[in-house]
């Protein structure tokens, strides 16, 4: 029995009439695919210092960086849900890769005129193909399986991820910043008008060709997922089951560990962006150069890869993804307070240490573990409601352009140790969910809550 479906795209399938063989090529191509995700979204945690310093701003505007690239996810994620419902996940992938296309291009005419506002015109078109890819790719990772293996399967995808993530700022960095360079910023400050514009559109026009590049790359990667054997995959039809127990359920506002889910995303990925692009901007006001700094970003992003590694060796075996997802969180919390108070420096073979720095990098793992946490919890037995269900998750990614800029307000107007301050309530919320919100199964005392 199934309900009326509509604009099926054709070529769909049941996720339970695909073969091994052809879970694993999904899995193994939604895994490249969630390399190319982590390679263009962290390559901000470089961008903000570097056009903090070409384009000559403040924290505040440098975190627009952060703001327009995850906006969009707000904005494109509901329309990419509705698109994906007429064209299908794989057509809706390639469309997403050529978005993001035009939107790395659009760095071009950005940098030949050194224009902040063109990059963040870039920035928010690339969030939008980005928008297009996530609202397909993760329902996608979580219903290809059993439910309960769901974060096992999150954490491969985020593995691929953060792997990508840890070369992305490294080798842009080694692209843009020379070793000479850190002369030239000390220099800056006594230069003309005329001599510190020549320096900076020097500067600026070094992402031109890696730009280029990476245009290039995102536009035949779309060709080539369009022929691959990557199957359409069927969400609009409900077994018996689901569709007698959501037979009551009209909307999404009658699923409320979705929406819950959706609030939870929207702190979650604020402390991830938070721990991976503030923590250059921290170091240097430590007094740490650039080019050394530089390799924060990819600590964090090895501590979560870490997570992940754990998350595919326990999950379910000896742990369950929501006895994970409650130790994440409240990890999360306690390093948050120690970053705040916790003030040594150490001397260590002639190298001084900040501990707080490493704190944050220890973020990476507390935060590993909590997106693949609450996708299967949040996505529970939606059925017909799985596509729409998983774009109003995606929503939640403007998280990532909103936090940012409560920091860099508070980091202006206290210190960039206070501004970690944020990330405290939103820990407390995950732990809300973990223990308490992922069970409720109506907003009224009708059922209250049901147990795993």
């Known amino acids: 029995m199934s309900t009326k479906q509509e604009n099926v795209p054709a070529g769909s399938v049941q996720v339970n009439s695909l073969t091994s063989r052809q879970t694993l090529i999904s899995m193994f191509i939604l895994g490249g695919l969630f390399f190319v995700f982590g390679f263009i979204t962290w390559i901000n945690a470089i961008l903000i210092p570097y056009f903090k310093i070409a384009c000559e701003l403040s924290n505040f505007q440098s975190y627009l960086v952060a703001f327009a690239f995850y906006i969009s996810y707000f904005v494109m994620s509901l329309p990419a849900s509705y698109f ?108 003309d008008a005329f001599q510190r514009s020549e320096a900076l559109d020097e500067l600026v026009r070094r992402v031109i060709l890696p730009y280029g590049i990476l245009g290039c790359v995102l536009t035949i990667l779309g060709i080539l997922i369009r022929f691959s054997p990557l199957p359409d995959i069927n969400t609009e039809q409900e077994d018996e089951t689901l569709l007698s127990l959501n037979a009551d359920k009209k909307n999404l506002f009658d699923f409320p560990h979705l929406i819950l889910g959706v609030v939870a995303i929207f702190c979650h990925v604020g402390t991830q962006v938070l721990s991976i692009d503030t923590i250059i901007g921290y170091a240097n006001s430590l007094g740490m150069p ?101 774009s109003v998750l995606i929503m939640a990614l403007c998280g990532s352009a909103i936090f940012p800029l409560i920091y860099g307000y508070v980091a202006d107007l206290y210190s960039v140790r206070s501004a970690y301050w944020i990330l405290f309530p939103l820990y407390l919320y995950l732990v809300f969910y973990a223990f308490y919100g992922h069970l409720i199964k109506y907003w009224w005392s009708r059922g209250k809550t049901t147990q795993h």
């Open 84 to 191: 994906l419902k007429w064209v299908g996940f794989k057509k809706g992938i390639m469309y997403g890769l050529w978005v993001m296309a035009l939107g790395v291009f659009i760095f071009i005419p950005a940098a030949l005129t050194r224009t902040y506002e063109i990059f963040l015109l870039g920035l928010f078109t690339i969030g939008s193909g980005l928008a297009i890819l996530q609202t397909a790719a993760n329902p996608y990772i979580t219903i290809l399986g059993p439910n309960e293996k769901a974060a096992k399967r999150i954490s491969f995808m985020g593995i691929c991820n953060k792997a990508a993530g840890i070369l992305a700022p490294l080798i842009f960095a080694s692209v843009i910043f020379k070793v000479a360079d850190n002369e030239m910023l000390k220099q800056l400050p006594l230069m």
């Open 290 to 390: 650039i080019m050394e700094a530089k390799v924060f970003p990819s600590y964090t992003l090895f501590a979560t890869i870490l997570g992940y590694g754990s998350g595919i060796i326990l999950i379910p075996r000896f742990i369950s993804q929501v006895n994970v997802l409650r130790i994440c969180t409240l990890m999360g919390a306690i390093l948050t307070l120690l970053i705040i108070y916790t003030n040594g420096v150490y001397t260590i073979f002639g190298h001084t240490i900040h501990i707080s720095i490493w704190f944050i990098v220890m973020l990476g793992l507390a935060n590993s573990l909590v997106w693949a946490g609450i996708w299967p919890l949040a996505l529970k037995n939606l059925g017909r409601f799985t596509k729409i269900g998983s």
